[in-house]
């Protein structure tokens, strides 16, 4: 997983770009990096590290500019390296670009570039983005964005700018999340709400096969073969803090203090009155439906399995329904029997998790009902589940 994000306005690209990163920062941070059109000219800076050492970079180097993407990474084509580390930049210098996803063709699209003549700088699957978009550039960059992006196979949230279109930046999705905040005389993009909600709460979530191309004043929303696409601005409903580490070290050590009030917070409204059955709204599910369940698949990556093997041992012990627990990666390897009264639930904090939304839509397609355990409301898995509860 990687965050991406950008900014074009009036702001300092490389202040909005840091701050909305150190919102992405659980999505990746084996290395960072931010290129800005500066004087009509592309300025990279690329560290290997956590965020902490690209603001330090940029405090030797500052690049001052209105328009800028970023990038967290975490490598899974190329060692975390300089090299490998986004943006990724063509030949000559004139285009940038940041990816979070992984590109299924890069071997073979490689082999094509590199027969043509470009050179390649990166070990990533990443880099050949940047060379597509610079070999059918003619002066259009989203013409020749929208061409390249129909070359790629595999799961893909991009953004991209042009030393040559200052006023401009440009973003498309398949599978990977991206969102565009909606302001006034700025606009950003970025993998999650979370990263742009200190700035507005007004985000445009964009679908698979999606792009936008946003100017200061403007954004266009098409499919991948240009065709408008009408999309009304989702409100953000938590508020701008919500994602703080709240004084703490890092988040392993505020997550471990915060547990009690974790606990307080799921029941409140869910488990009102001791005498009363507990409501869980957002399941929607009957409960005649609740009670014809025979199979509990939880599924999910990381601390979140942890939290599904504890889960699966109090499914069985309290409510005495057979439970399994995957790790999702595993799962569609295993080609697991689900039957009509399976049960899915689905564990992932950011709603993010790749694997996880893998696994949720296999699981789904078997004909699972699926229901997911996530801390951002409106996540990708949140929106693909049959039901979910947020904390
Ligand atoms: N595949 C890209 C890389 O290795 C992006 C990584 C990701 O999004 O996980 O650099």
Redesign the pocket.
Known sequence: ??GIVGYIGTRQATEVCLAGLKRLEYR?YDSAGIAVIVDGELEVVKVVGKLAALADELEETPLDGTLGIGHT??????KPSKA?S?PHVSGDGRIALV????IENYAELRDRLQEEGFEFASE???EVIVHLVDRYYEGDLAAAFRRAVQDLEGAFAVGIVCADAPDQMIAARRFSPLVVGIGDGENWIASDMGAVREWTDQVYVIDDDEMAVITRDGIELTDLEGNPVAREPYTVPWPADAAEKGGHKHFMHKEIHEQPRAMRECLLGRLTDPEKAITLEGLNMTEEEIGSLRKVVFTACGTAFHAGLVGRFLMEKLARIPSECDLAAELRARDPVVLDDTLAIIVSQSGETADTLVALRELKEKGARVVSVVNVVDSSIARESDGWTAR
Do not use: F, Q, S
């Not at 990474?73 to 190329?78: L, Q, S, Y």
């Open positions: 997983m990687c990746g990474r975490w490598a899974t084509h190329g490998n986004h990816h979070n996803g992984i990533t699957d990443t």
